[in-house]
């Protein structure tokens, strides 16, 4: 049991003394804290086991899975296992050493990036370590103290601490809305006068909470009227939105106008490591530029030999996307006609929306995992307001229609229990008594 010791923090602020720097980061353990008493491993840090897909192992029992942005399906497809094993026993995990810059390059990671290019229909691509400290370096790369950025407010983390990182200027436009971001671009082309510097305009493909498109169209259009360098971070469109899988730039037919393409490994091609794309200059430019990259080892020979299979499946293999959509509108489709409110998403993240509390929303995850044998990601306060419940629900290729019905049947079952005030129950030895 955590013991909690306040006292730090309730010492007046007008006498300041010095304190124990972990002493003052003691934990609380928050809302969640009257659930201590289950393994710390259920809410927070669960621990899927099996192959990676619809069905795996929670808790030592078999669960219908939902929580992975395995959107395709490659994680355990048999030629991507296969390359993944035989690349690690041909070149071992450390080929090859070294930053990319002094020693670190291959022909792989070359030819990788060459395709990537292809595929995104940019002159050039660079790759990333990690999509998350790649798009804070990248960030930190573009702008100096001079140059304004402007950004969507529901950004990700790691376009968050990019921006945090710019010492100059930076205006939020509320999310997803053209007008506002038409106001800041003003403000921020006024200041970029005065202080000779440049625009960095930053948002998201697909929004990965609320499954909602950036809306790529609407930024572009301004364009013919604010002078911008456009920054898209496409960690959920790529593989997933347009006709190629190419991301939400082709989706929207507007790929040509994004001046950085950037995506993940991380979901659709189900691996680690990460990429962005843009003409020859800028990418060129970056390779000089990017921190993170710069003083870091390179991505190795497994991962990049691994990627341009799963980059091959995903060019060649249409049918993994269909396959996807299919799954994708069934459940959405399903979910809508049962007066389920999945708020406004327009790509394959569905987010099913409870009012209720956390306790409620602890209680119906319980009961979704041990009663109904199905996992999916809850998210809560401060992610989502206060009395909101948002169970975030992943679709891929490989889930069938009869996973899909299972969990509207279940979902409906837990919407009863809940207006019926079931979940509000202190006690929760009904929806526990399994674990
Ligand atoms: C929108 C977005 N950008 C970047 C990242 C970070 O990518 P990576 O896992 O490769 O660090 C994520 C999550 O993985 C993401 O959702």
Known sequence: MYKHDFSLFLRPITNPEMVDLFDK?????????????????????????????????????????????????????????????EAAAQYGMGLPMGARMMSGNSVNHLELERQLAEFEKKEDVMLLNFGYQGVVSIIDALVDRKDVIVYDAESHACIIDGVRLHMGKRFVYTHNDMDSLEKQLQRATKLADETGGGILVITEGVFGMSGKQGDLKGVVALKSKYNFRLFVDDAHGFGTMGKTGAGTGEEQGVQDQVDLYFSTFAKSMASIGAFVAGSKNIIKYLRYSVRSQIYAKSLPMPLVVGALKRLELLKTNPSMKDNLWKIVNAMQNGLKERGFNIGTTTSPVTPVLFKGGVGEAANMAMDLRENYGI????????????????????????????DVERTLSAFSKLKTKLDSGFYKEEALVSVTKAI
Request: charged share 20%; glycine share 6%; aromatic share 12%.
């Open 25 to 85: 980061l003691k934990m609380e353990a928050g809302p969640l804290a009257k659930y201590s008493h289950l393994p710390d491993d259920y809410f927070f840090f669960p621990k899927l086991e099996g192959d990676i897909g619809p069905h795996m192992k929670f808790n030592g029992k078999d669960v219908l899975n939902w929580s992975l942005n395995n959107y395709l399906g490659l994680a355990n497809h048999p030629e991507v296992r296969k390359t993944d094993g």
């Open 375 to 402: 996992f999916c990601s809850v998210v809560i306060y401060p992610v989502v307001p206060k009395d909101v419940i948002m169970f975030r629900i992943i679709p891929t290729a490989v889930h069938t229609l009869e």
